[in-house]
């Protein structure tokens, strides 16, 4: 069965400092893998996603993500956050298929950026 | 172009009230899928249907939880009786038909926030 664990549930950085939120997975077959922030108030909007190739990926909001298939990690990364980069942010997993499946969710990573 | 809707954004019952949730996706995403967050856990999957028939429902709790897609457009997801434990955020996506729906991802709405007192 599949599962992902997102080994912080709050992170608390200075403004204009680099963060890395970890997430890792278990899964017995290939997967896609994605980030979600939820803003207060807000709905779930995805930053970026793994699907294949480089394992290197870009998102909004100048956010990027390394897919380690050895390690089994995702982890999320920005140089430099701001303010407003104050959120909760989801990691998740699905294996795909034509007709679609759901996805598996890590319990969450709440971003606190102060000045 | 619209986004997924999600009425009522708060609601607050009694035990033993029965509940209606609705879900309004993206127009054109056959692939809508319930999520539930109970305080402090992780996002659950409930179900997922395509157009309207139900995919997969094996995250569905209990057989309080009735959810229906008729015609294939909205969604409605009803709780009868509630209880306690159906307090969270009950979040609502849709996708693209097929593989197209795994590439682009799943569009979330805001959710809605059940109380059961």
């Known amino acids: 069965a599949q599962s992902v664990t997102q080994l912080d549930s709050q992170v608390p950085v200075f403004e204009e400092a680099p963060v890395e939120l970890r997430c890792n997975y278990s899964?017995?077959?290939?997967?896609?893998l994605f980030w979600y922030v939820q803003y207060p108030n807000q709905g779930l909007q995805l930053l970026l996603k793994?699907?294949?190739?480089?394992?290197l990926v870009k998102g909004i909001n100048g956010f990027e993500a390394e897919f380690n298939k050895s390690q089994t990690s995702f982890h999320l990364r920005k140089p430099s956050v701001h303010i407003s980069d104050t959120a909760e942010y989801f990691c998740?997993?699905?294996?795909?298929?034509?007709?679609?499946?759901?996805?598996?969710f890590g319990k969450g990573t709440t971003l606190s950026v102060s000045s | 172009e619209a986004g997924v809707t999600q009425f009522p954004s708060h609601s607050v019952i009694e035990k033993g009230q029965t509940v209606t949730l609705r879900c309004d996706p993206i127009?054109?995403?056959?692939?809508l899928y319930w999520y539930r967050r109970v305080m402090g856990k992780e996002i659950k999957f409930l179900l997922h249907?395509?157009?309207?028939?139900?995919?997969?429902e094996s995250g569905m709790p209990n057989n309080r939880f009735l959810a229906e897609r008729t015609g294939g457009t909205y969604s409605t997801l009803k709780v009868q009786p509630a209880e306690l434990e159906d307090s969270g955020v009950y979040f609502c996506?849709?996708?693209?038909?097929?593989?197209?729906?795994?590439?682009?991802?799943?569009?979330f709405g805001p959710g809605t926030r059940l109380t059961v007192t």
């Open positions: 899964s017995s077959v290939s997967v896609y």
């Open positions: 793994y699907l294949s190739g480089s394992t």
């Open positions: 996506a849709s996708s693209q038909p097929g593989l197209a729906g795994v590439v682009d991802g799943q569009y």
């Open positions: 249907f395509v157009k309207e028939s139900k995919q997969d």
């Open positions: 127009s054109g995403h056959d692939n």
């Open positions: 998740a997993v699905t294996w795909g298929g034509q007709a679609g499946t759901a996805l598996i």
